[in-house]
């Protein structure tokens, strides 16, 4: 059917930015109990200067002003910060639906009954193994059987269709069927998103990043699997493989996405926590949406973006460049191919990099070591 | 197609005759190029891809039918198919949902 005159294809115009974004990340804090090796905000220890209560209260308020119809809460574990239960029930008093993303460890049968209770929460259970061996050597000892325990006490509150969400890795790629079977028996839908090399993903990026080989496997069962299983868009960067995994297939930086720090910073994507993709903070006046439609970076990221090395590619179409914050991570040039290009110039791209340094993300906030003896450290530097 | 759904459903005639409405749970934001719908109880995001489309849905839980609401919002008889496929995706989605009149 014939588009209206003067209107562009659909991912044409989100190219251009919407009014307010359609997936909106927050990470309430960087807190959290896990230190998971491929933590994407390299969370860990609260940062002192966290929005309060009365600020994130706020930030739902302008959400509501702009019909943010949705928000994925995160972290850190969002579920530490003592204000979280008062701000998920704020936030749907103000028609602001919340997924929030948990290690699981607060979801008790109370937590979930009230979860169950309402259509404006949707909570997503992180787990990065189907068996305790492969997500404990990840995620942590113990933290296998706090998710299951967190999906035990989901489903027998009756909540149906809640996410079980899975970092794709070399380790566990080999076991999506036991993931897709974990989830069925919970009533729940599985999730599989991509491992980035940012946060502390950088550190084991190179060791965990699915092989070639793996990353074909995952593209065909993704396609095998179409809209039953999610992926929050990640994989597009394999759509050169052929057929176009089910989505918008586009990078949706600052577009149709972006993150809100738990200090208010707004970045272009959960991924990309560096100075260099800080739009701005909600503190600033003007507020969110201020830096949503008006910010030098957001105008930037919505203008026609080249193709560098990749614009002689026939595939361009179909993987558009890949992650930019992959390629950001990795040392690439973001005019370039993605480091898993499917045709393999990522892999020689990062073959033929230079001596100039990485660039490391901005925030670091992993918990220290513990000291080896209690005067190692002073108790009074965060 | 004037609405992508993130869920296609197959093929199936849409009753342009009968009163309609949104879903309650549905929640609407306008955007440039039409507008996006968000439906709160199946979790799921539609576009409607034209401006008269948004007129036709917003209008649809006052109007004796679909027809009516479609001529209100200035669509030709000649557009009616289009609209009658693209209301029709929107009912298999539950974004609208036909409307019991007392």
């Given at each position: 059917m014939t588009q209206p005159p003067g209107v562009l294809p659909l991912v044409a115009q989100f190219a251009y930015g919407l009014d307010a974004p359609i997936c909106?990340?927050?990470?309430?804090?960087?807190?959290?109990?896990?230190?998971?090796?491929?933590?994407?905000?390299?969370?860990?220890?609260?940062?002192?200067?966290?929005?309060?209560?009365?600020?994130?209260?706020?930030?739902?308020?302008?959400?509501?002003?702009?019909?943010?119809?949705?928000?994925?809460?995160?972290?850190?574990?969002?579920?530490?910060?003592?204000?979280?239960?008062?701000?998920?029930?704020?936030?749907?008093?103000?028609?602001?639906?919340?997924?929030?993303?948990?290690?699981?460890?607060?979801?008790?049968?109370?937590?979930?009954?009230?979860?169950?209770?309402t259509d404006y929460v949707d909570v997503q259970i992180s787990l990065d193994g189907a068996t305790a061996e492969v997500n404990d050597r990840v995620r942590g000892p113990g933290s296998y059987a706090t998710a299951i325990r967190a999906m035990e006490n989901l489903a027998a509150a009756g909540f149906e269709g809640f996410k079980l969400s899975v970092v794709v890795t070399r380790e566990n790629v080999a076991q999506l069927d036991d993931f897709k079977r974990i989830a069925d028996r919970y009533s729940a839908q599985l999730r599989l998103t991509r491992l980035r090399p940012s946060g502390r993903g950088a550190d084991v990026w190179d060791e965990l990043h699915p092989t070639g080989a793996q990353q074909r496997e995952l593209y065909e069962w993704l396609l095998a699997h179409g809209e039953s299983v999610l992926t929050g868009d990640s994989f597009f960067h394999l759509g050169g493989y052929g057929e176009a995994l089910p989505g918008l297939n586009l990078c949706g930086a600052g577009r149709v996405v972006c993150l809100i720090d738990p200090i208010g910073d707004v970045y272009a994507c959960p991924f990309v926590i560096h100075d260099e993709f800080r739009a701005g903070n909600v503190r600033e006046p003007g507020g969110f949406a201020a830096v949503w439609r008006e910010s030098d970076l957001f105008t930037e990221l919505r203008e026609p973006q080249h193709a560098g090395a990749c614009s002689s590619c026939g595939l361009f179409d179909k993987c558009r460049g890949g992650c930019m914050a992959a390629k950001f991570f990795t040392g690439l040039p973001l005019a370039g191919p993605d480091p898993e290009c499917v045709l393999g110039h990522g892999e020689r791209a990062l073959a033929a990099r230079g001596a100039q340094p990485i660039p490391r993300p901005s925030v670091d906030m992993s918990k220290k070591r513990v000291p080896a003896r209690a005067c190692d450290e002073s108790p009074l530097d965060r | 197609m004037l609405t992508g759904d993130v869920a296609r459903g197959a093929r199936a005639t849409f009753d342009l005759d009968r009163p309609w409405q949104l879903h309650p749970q549905v929640s609407v934001r306008p955007e440039r190029f039409g507008a996006l719908l968000y439906h709160f109880g199946t979790r799921r995001l539609s576009f409607l891809k034209s401006p008269e489309l948004l007129t036709v849905v917003r209008i649809l839980g006052e109007t004796a039918s679909a027809r009516d609401a479609c001529r209100a919002a200035g669509v030709s008889e000649a557009e009616l198919p289009a609209y009658a496929a693209a209301l029709g995706a929107l009912a298999r989605s539950q974004m609208i949902q036909a409307r019991e009149d007392s």
């Open positions: 909106l990340t927050w990470e309430l804090t960087y807190a959290c109990n896990l230190s998971c090796v491929h933590c994407l905000s390299s969370s860990g220890r609260r940062d002192p200067r966290e929005l309060t209560t009365g600020q994130c209260r706020a930030v739902i308020d302008e959400l509501e002003r702009m019909q943010v119809f949705y928000v994925n809460i995160g972290g850190g574990e969002p579920t530490v910060r003592r204000d979280f239960w008062e701000l998920l029930d704020y936030a749907v008093a103000h028609h602001v639906g919340v997924k929030f993303s948990t290690n699981g460890s607060r979801i008790t049968p109370n937590a979930a009954a009230r979860i169950a209770g | -």
